[in-house]
């Protein structure tokens, strides 16, 4: 961090010539390092930070993120309506809570749980704190039982993929926890079931599986993985549980491949997250995390506090948060319902589709994820280039495009790739825009000529 001082005085003098309300002609430095000793006016602050923020993307064109960035205006309303309540001040917003514990019904009756008077769940600020929660309850789950048979407990490992988000290393590192990462496999960028049982043991809290990844929207084999385990526990009474990390497909396959068997109904399965603010299509930040059974959430977990007026038992991380998302997570159940779910998922994956094909098409580009099970299309080019993906993102940006290009992980860490996570609100009419402005850009920087319209006042300018 940098600290500089500025002096807010001039800001001040002028406020007072000529009225708080101006905000034309500011020459000022505004307080950015230190807290300012004097007030100001609402509308100069709001005009000032409003400014800057113009300096943003803009959150419509970004296609790097998985996370919701528009919402129905009446989903909006509520969310404004509902800003000011505390999520855990149960006793005092009743109602909030009760919508939460409706939405854990709805998510472990659409994830199939065995037991429909048996499971349990909570909200959280997003899949990695509902990770964290899911992993610990697992962790200490597997410890109880080893002091219950006078084993050792203290070389507790956690097993999954190179392929997962950053949130599971997360957890080892934070929880104590050896993390056992399972290299992808070159040819098709997840892990392999074969190479999961090589690292499972008597110590494992939990098996880790993604569907679907963050690099290349693909899953790992979760029904493969659960019957192995099966096996496992069957053979050699080694019950390791797995924890579906499903921040993106919890509200896709449902939707999209509700034939497919990836939740409860898998024996092994014994929590699932996933991210509200990702195709829950809510804003940041939310997401849920359920188990299989009530057990496997251990009461020494649940903190019940009572200061607030009733008993309530909680189980996060956070102890204050907000109630809107939660609220506009049942705003979006109620209204879209199954089937408004289901057209706006085939809406993507359609859209996801024809963003693949005319990429591919194009000849310039090479489509690089094969398995589509969320609306995501990964790409590189079709040949060698003398320039880079990472050069392509940059100049896309110019026309206001957020695109990430990043390199695999470890086993593919040569492959380079551009990702596209198709939201609802990239229409096929901006997938034509979109792959229109690649295909420029590509040009530019192969030193072709483009369309006068799209000459930007870089033109001329090498770009690194
Ligand atoms: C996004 C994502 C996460 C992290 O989720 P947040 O909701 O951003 O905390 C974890 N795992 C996967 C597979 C993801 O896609």
Known sequence: MVSKKVDISKLRESEKKYGKSHNRFTTEEVPKYSFPENTMSSRTVYQLIHDELNLDGNPDLNLATFVTTWMDPEAD????????????????YPQVNNIEERIVNILA?????????????????????????????????WRQERI????????????????THVSWDKFARYFDVEPRIIPIAK??????????LKEVDENTIAVGVV????????????????????????????????HVDAASAGFITPFF????????????????????????????GLGWLIFRHQKLLPEELKFYVNYLGDEMPTYTLNFSEGSSMIIAQYFNIMHLGKRGYEQIVDKMMGNASYLASRLQESGEFQVTNTTRHIPV???????????????????????????????????????????VVVRENFTRDLVDIFVDDLLNAKKALRGGSIKTSQRSA????PVS
């Open 257 to 284: 491949e509700p034939g497919f068997e990836w939740d409860f109904r898998l024996e092994q399965v014994g929590s699932i997250n996933t991210s509200g603010h990702k195709f829950g299509l809510v804003y940041p």
């Open 77 to 92: 309303r509520l969310i404004m309506e509902n800003l000011h309540k505390n999520f855990i001040d149960h006793f005092e």
């Open 377 to 419: 299309v990964t790409f590189t080019f079709s040949r060698e280039e003398d320039f880079t993906l990472f050069d392509l993102s940059y100049r896309v940006r110019e026309r206001g495009w957020i695109v990430p290009a990043y390199s695999l992980p470890p086993h593919a860490e040569n492959v380079t790739v551009m990702r």
């Open 458 to 461: 870089r033109e001329g300018h």
């Open 109 to 141: 009756n659409l994830f199939n749980v065995p037991d429909e008077s048996d499971f349990i769940g909570t909200s959280t600020i997003g899949s990695s704190e509902a990770i964290m929660l899911g992993l610990l309850a697992h962790k200490w789950n």
């Open 187 to 196: 040819d098709h960028f997840t892990i392999k079931a074969e190479d999961v």
């Open 211 to 242: 569907l679907g990844t963050t690099f290349t929207g693909e899953f790992d084999p979760v029904k493969e993985i659960n019957d192995l385990l099966v096996k496992l526990k069957k053979e050699k009474g080694i019950d390791v549980p797995i």
């Open 148 to 163: 219950s048979k006078g084993l050792p407990h203290d070389k507790p490992n956690v097993v999954f993929g190179g392929d």
